[in-house]
């Protein structure tokens, strides 16, 4: 990954700040119907950060990158820390407002052949350490439908380790595999997060937004 801007390095994965052409041109692989309604997406948006139902535009991830760019959306390259350093997914911090402090969470991980990884879950436990250590972020939420097998196991399983908490559950909150669906709500709290080894030196102050 050489030249490549690194953000915060874990284990498997690292976050990598996006290069612009690179961004926009992986605009079609959102085009997967399959990984929109895992996430969970909205049919219109009501922000170019909020994410949509296919098609998926060049122009919609230019506009997005262009939020990135003025920090109303953080946007995150997940690449491998081995190898080549492929890109594998994208990871978001929507939704940032100060002095509240909060951010909403969201990770996608592109080809079917790298999920159930673990790649997921190292990326979402880098942001929250990023957000938290070197933004001064006090609490991030995380959203994703109940019918994303994959996320609900892994959420359950890393949450206790993360001090995350399920928040409960919006009934109906989105458009989830052609029908109305369920959303699981979690929550961390900064005092809550246990202390990342990648992110200490990064440690700001309780609210003051260090980018």
């Known amino acids: 990954m050489e030249g490549r801007a690194s953000i915060v390095a874990g284990e498997s994965v690292v976050l990598n700040a996006p290069r612009r052409d690179e961004f926009v041109a992986r605009w079609s692989l ?18 170019v950060h909020t994410r949509t139902m296919p ?7 230019e506009a997005l990158y262009e939020e990135h760019v003025a920090r ?15 890109c594998i997914g994208e990871a978001y911090l929507a939704d940032l407002t100060w002095p509240r402090a909060s951010g909403e969470l969201c990770v996608a991980i592109f080809s079917p052949d790298d999920r159930r990884q673990g790649y997921g879950t190292e990326a979402a436990t880098l942001v929250c350490a990023y957000a938290f250590d070197g933004l001064g972020l006090n609490r991030i939420s995380l959203r994703f439908p ?13 949450g206790p380790d993360l001090r995350a908490r399920k928040v409960g559950v ?7 595999f052609g029908r109305h669906g369920d959303v699981a709500v979690w929550e961390v709290l900064r ?8 992110t200490a030196e990064l440690r700001t102050p309780p609210g003051e937004f260090a980018g």
């Open 30 to 47: 959102f085009n997967d119907p399959m990984l929109a309604m895992m996430l969970g997406s909205p049919v219109l948006a009501h922000g």
């Open 146 to 158: 109940v019918e994303n097998v994959a996320a609900t196991q892994a959420t359950e399983r890393a």
């Open 55 to 61: 098609p998926v535009s060049a122009e919609y991830r």
């Open 170 to 176: 919006e009934r109906e909150a989105e458009w989830v």
């Open 191 to 198: 005092s809550d997060f246990p202390p990342h080894p990648a």
């Open 72 to 86: 109303r959306v953080l946007c995150f390259e997940v690449r491998l820390a081995d190898g080549d350093g492929r």
